[in-house]
């Protein structure tokens, strides 16, 4: 006998859907079927899972409106050990620092993961005990894969799009960390502050453009996660929010160092900026990837595209960076 799992969804808050949905899809075993009771079409329901799950579940409807609308997803592939094989993994980074050593294992768990489907496996994770330093050690071992060549995801925006306008920014941030490795590899050179009147500036140059950068961060955690959470997914943009807490602060204290610079010896200053530098350059690049291959896909996939004109909007009334590209 097919097991039969309901879901009424007119008894649900709009912000819960998706979660509950997700939560009991996720619950099913090969062969179950979900049976749901939905008070509008669920079409870009549809295309979700048909982005995340293709040929792992089969769609019919019951009932198509106009008030009620009743439809089943039943599962034909049994992929609910993943979650397990993922916990097994984080067990093993917990006990080994060089994630290098589990990279060729990660590799087969996690190459055929769609970004918004390991952001929903890590939120479950995270539920059931995980803490989210744990979680991004996983982070850690997905962004060796991926930058392997696997599961690379290619967006095609149109400019004006916020997803599209985030990540030129990022282009933009990542040549200021590259002019930060040169400055200091110059400024170590000197003995003296006489001696680099010019590559000061240029560090003060740097450092104010990615404290400016603060309007991009904005603009993700009072807009872009937000929506992200509405539709059940919220470990993935609360990671994400705790490496900002983390390196916000860094780049603030650079940026007061070269306002204040004459007010240290040569050899604290050198030392302080040094070590803020190194900082910068070792975990933006990496927290820039993971929103890039990472965040924005699964937002892509998430929030239907007539979401994008109203979040576009409110972006525009935070406001933009200095160095933002025009559209």
Known sequence: MVKIKNLDLRELIPFERHSKIFDMWNSLKGGETLRIINDHEPKPLYYMFQAEHKGEFEWGYEEEGPEDWIFTIKRISDKIDRKQEIKDLIKQLKTQEDVSILKEKAKDILKNLSP????IIE??????????????????????VMKDGLGKVEMNLNPGHPIHTLMEEHKMILEF???????????????????????????????KHLVEADKHHQREEEVLFPELEKRGITEPPEIMKEEHEELIP??????????????????EFLTKVRELAKYIIENLPDHIYKEDNILYPMAIQAIPEKEWSRIKNKCDEIGYCCFTPKC
């Open 116 to 119: 918004t489907e390991l952001g």
């Open 123 to 144: 939120q479950e994770i995270i539920e059931e005990g995980t803490t989210r330093k744990e979680m991004r050690k996983l982070c850690d071992v997905h962004l060796e």
């Open 177 to 207: 960390i590259d002019k930060l490795k040169r400055n200091i590899e110059e400024i170590e050179t000197a003995k003296s502050f006489d001696d680099i009147p010019e590559e000061l500036e240029m560090l003060k140059h740097i450092a």
């Open 250 to 267: 860094k780049k603030e204290e650079l940026y007061n160092l070269t306002e204040n610079y004459d007010s240290f010896k040569y050899s």
